[in-house]
């Protein structure tokens, strides 16, 4: 995650320049040095628990566990950090009225998670004959649709970055995936095709609230209409299984 | 070309140009105008107007420098609005007006790409609703499971993508050949949206009876034949070489039969 190290190396240098001008504040008093400490340690671990989200820093009190060296980790604490990312990005896809400046800082963790889990679901209940076909086609239909769809709007004029946009699509299936999942269980064909349809409104209102540009005003059902394509072929591949 | 490279190149140069352009000031005479100056002077202007384009692209994404391996060589080809493309479709689907008067040396690719895409997609649908339903009618007590066949849009793909790429570039080098002035994508332009007329017909697909199955697909493929025959005739008949019309013709209207049967058989099969 490239823009990960990105923030993070940003972070300390904030933290540098904090230390610096606290330091030159309270010469003196080492107490208030030590507040000082303990503040930007906070703020930088704060920004290791959780990427770019600055919500976890109020845990003043057990310092010594934060400052820990994300070198020195269990890998388990690793990966469990990234899954929350990856698990945080998705609830705001669930609920993108609320702040959109999670998926700014682009994985392509998520949308693989996602993606394997509806080729797997589909290929499943293939024919015989089909599964290895249906996994390939899902698979093909998810990453390169999400590719054709970030070079049109690019052509287009917006002016988002390629592996964010892929990235903000990948994570906007997870109504659908979600849908498919549920489908499973239920048999009654006016039920699936009922929860399929919210999710692909879901999807397709999430997504388009992430990628809408303000300055394609012309172009807009151009850049809106490829998207909408997309999860509309999902969705029926949800549906006629 | 990686674009951070220009970005290096065109800065330096512009250093240099402000230096000469300083060095000029200092030390020319314009009264006198000796043709060595206004020769640096040109050049001068030159290089700031193709500085001044670069800025232009930054800002508006508007191309004319960057090579044809870039993407955004290709967003000259995206320049049309939610309406230019609304109006191009009406104009395919009621064939009055020259299509190449009407995009007015603006072709897009944006109309092919999608069009194409959404025949496709339109095709696989309406094949699915219609095996199930057709499933359904012969075997009322609903014992029979039906299984859809996902072959049919990787088959759909495979078909229109290739008549799509394919056919412009073909009839593209028959023009070269007699000298006709048809650009390649104003050709992929004409064929990309002459394929709108299929999103419609593809939908009638769903009516179980092979009769309605035959009158669909051929009122398109007609409709298509006159459109594609309308606009391309006025450019082949100003070639001196009768056999030009004769052979690109051919190559048009065989290829569209081809596609008018493979669709007829392919995806307007299902019926009671």
Redesign the interface.
């Known amino acids: 995650m490239a823009s990960g190290k990105y923030n993070s190396l940003k972070d300390l240098d904030n933290f540098d320049t904090n230390v610096d001008t606290n330091m030159f504040d309270t010469p003196s008093s080492s107490e208030g040095l030590d507040y000082a400490i303990n503040i930007n340690m906070d703020g930088v671990s704060g920004n290791m628990d959780t990427g770019s989200s600055n919500k976890n820093t109020t845990n003043t009190n057990n310092n010594n566990k934060s400052i820990q060296d994300t070198l020195d980790e269990p890998v388990l604490d690793t990966l469990l950090r990234d899954l929350n990312n990856v698990w945080a990005k998705m609830k705001q896809v669930l609920m993108p009225t609320g702040n959109q400046n999670l998926l700014r800082d682009w994985d392509l963790w998520g949308p693989l998670i996602l993606c394997m889990t509806l080729a797997i679901r589909l290929s499943m209940s293939a024919p015989e004959n089909q599964s290895a076909m249906v996994f390939t086609i899902t698979f093909i239909i998810i990453w390169c649709g999400a590719a054709v769809i970030t070079v049109n709007s690019k052509l287009l004029g917006g002016k988002m970055s390629f592996f964010q946009s892929i990235c903000i699509l990948g994570y906007c299936i997870f109504p659908l995936t979600i849908v498919s999942l549920i489908t499973l269980l239920i048999d009654y064909f006016i039920i699936d095709l009922i929860l399929v349809l919210v999710g692909f409104a879901w999807s397709v209102y999430a997504s388009i609230g992430f990628l809408t540009d303000v300055r394609l005003s012309q172009k807009k059902t151009l850049v809106i209409y490829p998207i909408f394509l997309f999860y509309f072929i999902i969705a029926w591949m949800i549906l006629i299984e | 070309m990686d674009p951070n490279y220009s970005t290096i190149f065109d800065l330096d140069l512009e250093q240099n140009t402000e230096e000469k352009a300083k060095n000029d000031l200092e030390f020319q005479n314009f009264v006198m105008s000796n043709d060595e100056n206004v020769g640096k002077m040109t050049s001068n202007n030159n290089t700031n107007l193709g500085n001044a384009s670069f800025t232009n692209i930054e800002n508006n ?1 508007s191309t004319n420098n960057y090579s044809f391996w870039n ?1 955004e060589y ?2 000259k ?2 320049n ?4 230019d ?1 609304i109006e191009r479709i009406i104009c395919t689907i009621f064939p009055k007006e020259s299509f190449f008067n009407k995009i007015d040396a603006n072709p897009d690719l ?1 109309g092919p ?2 069009i194409s ?2 025949v496709i ?1 339109t095709l ?2 309406t094949s ?1 609703i219609a095996n ?1 339903l057709v499933t359904y009618l012969k075997d009322k007590k609903g014992d029979a499971k039906y ?5 049919l ?2 088959f759909a793909s495979v078909t229109v993508y290739t008549y799509i790429g394919f056919i412009p570039l073909v009839i593209w080098f028959l023009c070269k050949y007699f000298a006709i002035s048809l650009g390649l994508i104003d050709l992929y332009c004409l064929y990309g949206y002459g394929l709108s007329l299929w999103i419609p017909a593809a939908v009638f697909a769903i009516l179980p009876n092979s009769l309605l199955h035959t009158i669909f697909v051929l009122i398109p493929g007609v409709i298509s034949g006159y459109y594609l025959y309308y606009n391309i005739y006025p450019y082949t008949k100003r070639c001196d070489n009768k056999l030009a019309s004769i052979i690109i013709f051919a190559t048009i209207f065989t290829s569209l039969i081809i596609l008018i049967l493979i669709f007829k058989i392919v995806f307007f099969k299902f019926s009671v």
Do not use: A, G, M
């Not at chain 2, 049309?80 to 309406?83: L, S």
């Open positions: 994404n993407i290709y967003s080809y995206f049309v609005d939610t309406k493309v944006y790409v999608w895409t959404t997609l696989f649908v699915c199930s299984n859809y066949d996902f072959s849009l990787s």
